[in-house]
C-alpha cells in the first residue's frame, strides 16, 4: 500500500460537480487535509464560481478537464454518462470512484472495465486494490447494511419477501428541474414512487444479496419521497428461518470496531444521521405474526453515506489513507 506524505496533497477531480452529490464532494475534498481538488467539471454551469466546504471552485467544461493532473477521479455524472468518462480517466492514469449506476452488479457494464461493489464495510481488501470502484446506491446503501449480516448466516428465509419501504429526501432525487420536485409540490406532502418494485437500486441490492448467499430471497421495494432535504429512513420487514435470541447480534459481530456503524436500541431517526457519515441501525422482534420475523431500521444521509461520503471512504482507501480521514462522523 503507498503510503502518502500529510504535507504534499493528492490532487483529486470531480466530473459532474454542479449535482448534489458532486458538491457535496467538493466541500468534502476542501476540508480534506490531505486532498486537493485539480478540477471540478459542470456543463451547463461551466465557468460558474461557488463556495463549497469554504473554498471557491470554478466549474469547467468536461472536455476541458486536466484528467491527467488528478490521481483519482471521482465521476459523478448522470447515468449512462460515466462509463465514457470513467475510460478516459484511466487512459490518463486516474483511479475512478464511479457514483452512477454503470457499474454497479446487476447493471449492463458498458465497456470493459470491472469494477468491484464499494460497499465500504463489505469489500475493503477488493477496494483497495481497484483502479475503479463502483460506489453503491443510497437507497443500496441503506439496505444491504441492514440485512446482509442476516443473509449471510441463512437467516432470512426464502418462502416470504424481504418487504422493504424507505423514504428520502428530495436531494436523492438530483437536482434538474422537476415539477413535482419543487416546494410547494412537495412541502406537507408525503407519497410512493416506482410502485410495483420497478426501482433501479434493486438490481445492485438483488445481486448483493444473492452474493451473499441468499438465493432465493426475494426483495419487496418501495421508495417514498419526504418532504426534508435529504436523509433515508428504511423499515425493513425481514422474515427468518427461525427465531434468533438477539435480534441485533449479526450486526455485533459484523460491525463491532465499525467506525461509521452506530447501532442503537431506539428507532433511529434522521436528525441522528444528517450531515454525517454514518449508518444508523436498530432491530426489533415483531410480535403477533405467524413467523419469525424482524423489523429492522436504517437511517443515513443520502449525500454522505449514500453518495459523496462512502465515495470518499473507498478513495481513501484507494489512495492509502486512513479510511476516516476527512469524514464527519
Known sequence: MIMHSPVKKIPVGVLGASGYAGRELCALIARHPSLELAFATANEQRGTTVRLGGSPVTFVAPDEAPLGD??????????????????R???????VVDL???FRPGAPVQGAIAAPYGLTEWARPAVA??????NPGCYATSVLMAVLPYVRRGLVAAD???????ASGVTGAGNS?????LYAEVAED???????N???HLLEMRASVRDAGGEGVDLLFTPHLLPTARGILSTIALPLTAAIADPMGPWCEDYANEPFVELVRETPALRDVVHRNVVRLHAAVARDVQRPTLLLFSAIDNLLKGAAGQALQNANLMLGLDEPLGLPA
Open 70 to 87: 488528478a490521481a483519482l477521479v471521482f465521476a459523478a455524472l448522470p447515468h449512462g454518462a460515466s462509463a465514457e468518462w470513467t475510460a
Open 89 to 95: 480517466a484511466r487512459a490518463k492514469g486516474a483511479r
Open 100 to 102: 452512477s449506476s454503470d
Open 129 to 134: 486494490g481497484a483502479d475503479v470502484v463502483a
Open 160 to 166: 416470504a419477501p424481504v418487504v422493504i419501504n424507505a
Open 177 to 181: 428541474p422537476k415539477r413535482e420536485l
Open 190 to 196: 408525503y407519497r410512493a414512487y416506482a410502485v410495483g
Open 198 to 200: 420497478v426501482h433501479r
